[in-house]
């Protein structure tokens, strides 16, 4: 099994990260930018794969995959991180996504769309706002980055 911090990589070569969690045969891991992912152990190795690195030893680029929630996902867990989430980030969240053609109103999506769209306008995956929920203010200031590249890019 892998370690917490351990560097790992996914035998197709196309991703890696730093061991975030094991949990079973479970593993969870953060990339290099940011997003966080699992995978079951097997599919992990701690040395990168043949061919993963281009010449010069840059990794090369990978799809990565959308890990989106849905409705058959949410438990009360799910609706209690939503409520922590600050209020003005919750705002200027639903002020960007109203500007969307066609998006609607933020307040008539359910729970896990809500979270995802927060998830995409933040650059904060669930998994990060579940780990943060026992620190409001500190979640807030990890969104405020995100949301201000969202706001910039919108404005």
Same mark, same amino acid.
């Given at each position: 099994?892998?370690?917490?911090? =351990?560097?790992?990589?996914?035998? *197709?070569?196309?991703?890696?990260?730093?061991?975030?969690?094991? *949990?079973?045969?479970?593993?969870?891991?953060? =990339?290099?930018?940011?997003? !966080?992912? $699992?995978?079951? +152990?097997? $599919?992990?190795?701690?040395?990168?794969?043949?061919?993963?690195? +281009?010449? /010069?030893?840059?990794?090369?680029?990978?799809?990565?995959?959308?890990?989106?929630?849905?409705?058959? $996902?949410?438990?009360?867990?799910?609706?209690?991180?939503?409520?922590?989430?600050?209020?003005?980030?919750?705002?200027?969240?639903?002020?960007?996504?109203?500007?969307?053609?066609?998006? /609607?109103?933020?307040?008539?999506?359910?729970?896990? =769309?809500?979270?995802?769209?927060?998830?995409?306008?933040?650059?904060?995956?669930?998994?990060?706002?579940? !780990?943060?929920? $026992?620190?409001?203010?500190?979640?807030?200031?990890?969104?405020?980055?995100?949301?201000?590249?969202?706001?910039?890019?919108?404005?």
């Amino acid at each position: 099994m892998f370690s917490v911090g =351990q560097w790992v990589y996914h035998r *197709d070569g196309r991703r890696s990260g730093k061991v975030l969690e094991c *949990d079973g045969d479970t593993v969870f891991i953060e =990339q290099d930018n940011g997003a !966080e992912l $699992d995978f079951k +152990a097997s $599919d992990l190795t701690a040395t990168p794969p043949e061919g993963a690195y +281009a010449p /010069g030893g840059k990794p090369k680029a990978y799809a990565m995959a959308e890990r989106i929630l849905t409705a058959a $996902d949410i438990t009360p867990e799910h609706v209690r991180v939503l409520g922590i989430i600050p209020a003005r980030t919750v705002q200027a969240v639903a002020a960007l996504f109203e500007r969307r053609p066609t998006a /609607g109103r933020f307040s008539a999506l359910d729970t896990a =769309q809500k979270l995802n769209i927060i998830a995409e306008i933040t650059a904060v995956p669930y998994r990060t706002m579940r !780990e943060f929920s $026992d620190r409001a203010g500190e979640l807030g200031l990890k969104m405020g980055k995100g949301l201000a590249d969202s706001q910039k890019r919108a404005g």
